[in-house]
C-alpha cells in the first residue's frame, strides 16, 4: 500500500474532535501566541494607549486567523520535508491526521476569513500588512527554505510585519515607516529572530541537511557564519531598542533603558558564546536567552507611560 494511501485510511479513523484538534495544531499555536502578542503590545504603545483599543482587538482576532492561514499553507507546500525531519515528523500532514486537501481548504478560508475580517473591523492599512506578511512567508520564505540560506532574512521581515499591523489598528493615520517608535519596534522584531533562528538551526541543523533545506547551519558547517549573524544582530539590537523610549522623559522610559541595556548585553554574551564554541550547550543558552529577551521587553516597553 502506498504512503497516500496510508494516510488517507488514517484520516478515515479519526473522530471529528481529532480532526479539529489537528486543524487548531495547523495554526502552530505557540507560534501563533508571539504573533498576537507583538500584534497586541503594539497596539497598545502606540501613541502610549491612547489609540483605539477596540480596533486593537479586532486586529488581534483578524491576525489570528492570517497567522493560521500562513502556517497551515506552509505546511502543505512542506509536507515532504516536515516527513523527513524528526522535529516536524509529528505534524498533521506527515503523521497522517489531515490530508493535504483539508489543510489547503483550511489554510486558504482562515486566511479570506482574516483579511475580510480586518478590512472591516481594524482598518485597510492592518489588512494590508497582514497580507505582505502572509505573502512573504508563504510565497518567499516557505520556498527559500530549500534554495538559499537568504531564507532566514526573508522569514524575519514577515515575521516582524505584525508590528505595523497592531500599530496601524490603534492610529489608523500613521504611516509607521516614517516614525522612529514603529520603526524601531519592526526593527527589534527583526534583528531578534536573527539570533533565536540561527541558535534553532544550529541545534537542528543535521535533520536541516538531511531534509536538504539550506539553512545557515547547514550551508556552513563550520558554525562561523550563524554565529557571525547572530553576534550582528544582537548588537544592533541594544541601541534600536533604545529609540522605543524616544522623547520619553519619564522614569518609565528610564527603567526601560536600563531593562533594554540588561536584555541586550545579555543576549550578546550568548552569541559571543555561541559564536566561539558553536555547541549545542551555548545554542541552547542563546535559544533561552532570545525566548526571555522579547517578552520581557515588550512587558517593559508598555509600562513606559505607568512609571
Known amino acids: 500500500m502506498s504512503t497516500a494511501a496510508v494516510a488517507s485510511a488514517q484520516v478515515g479513523t479519526l473522530s471529528w474532535l481529532q480532526r479539529g484538534a489537528a486543524c487548531v495544531e495547523l495554526a502552530r499555536p505557540r507560534i501563533a501566541l508571539l504573533v498576537l502578542m507583538v500584534v497586541a503590545i503594539s497596539g497598545l504603545v502606540a501613541a502610549w494607549g491612547v489609540g483605539d483599543p477596540v480596533a486593537v482587538f479586532h ?8 497567522a493560521g492561514s500562513a502556517s497551515a499553507l506552509n505546511q502543505v507546500l512542506e509536507s515532504a520535508t516536515d516527513a523527513r525531519m524528526q522535529r516536524t515528523s509529528g505534524r498533521p500532514l506527515p503523521s497522517g491526521r489531515l490530508s493535504r486537501k483539508t489543510a489547503l481548504v483550511v489554510g486558504v478560508s482562515a486566511g479570506a476569513a482574516g483579511a475580510a475580517y480586518l478590512g472591516t473591523f481594524a482598518g485597510w492599512q492592518p489588512m494590508v500588512w497582514s497580507l505582505l506578511s502572509w505573502a512573504v512567508y508563504v510565497f518567499a ?29 490603534a492610529v489608523p493615520q500613521s504611516r509607521p515607516w516614517t516614525e522612529v517608535r514603529p520603526l524601531a519596534l519592526f526593527l527589534v522584531v527583526f534583528l531578534w529572530q536573527f539570533p533565536h533562528f540561527m541558535a534553532i538551526a544550529w541545534l537542528y541543523r543535521r535533520q536541516y541537511s538531511a531534509a536538504g533545506l539550506k539553512m545557515m547551519s547547514v550551508v556552513d558547517p563550520s558554525g562561523r557564519r550563524s554565529g557571525l549573524q547572530a553576534i550582528l544582530a544582537a548588537a544592533w539590537l541594544i541601541p534600536v531598542s533604545l529609540l522605543l523610549a ?52 515588550l512587558i517593559f516597553l508598555i509600562w513606559i507611560p505607568w512609571i
Do not use: H
Open 246 to 297: 524616544w522623547g520619553v522623559p519619564t522614569l518609565g522610559a528610564r527603567c526601560f533603558v536600563a531593562a533594554a541595556l540588561l536584555l541586550g548585553i545579555a543576549q550578546l554574551g550568548c552569541s559571543l558564546w555561541f559564536s566561539a564554541t558553536c555547541s549545542d550547550r551555548s545554542a541552547r543558552a542563546l535559544l533561552r536567552c532570545s525566548l526571555v529577551y522579547l517578552p520581557v521587553l
Open 141 to 169: 520564505y516557505t520556498p527559500l527554505k530549500s534554495r538559499s540560506s537568504l531564507n532566514t532574512l526573508v522569514g524575519a521581515v514577515s515575521g516582524a510585519l505584525p508590528v505595523w499591523i497592531g500599530w496601524t489598528a
Open 59 to 66: 486586529a488581534v482576532v483578524g491576525t489570528l486567523l492570517v
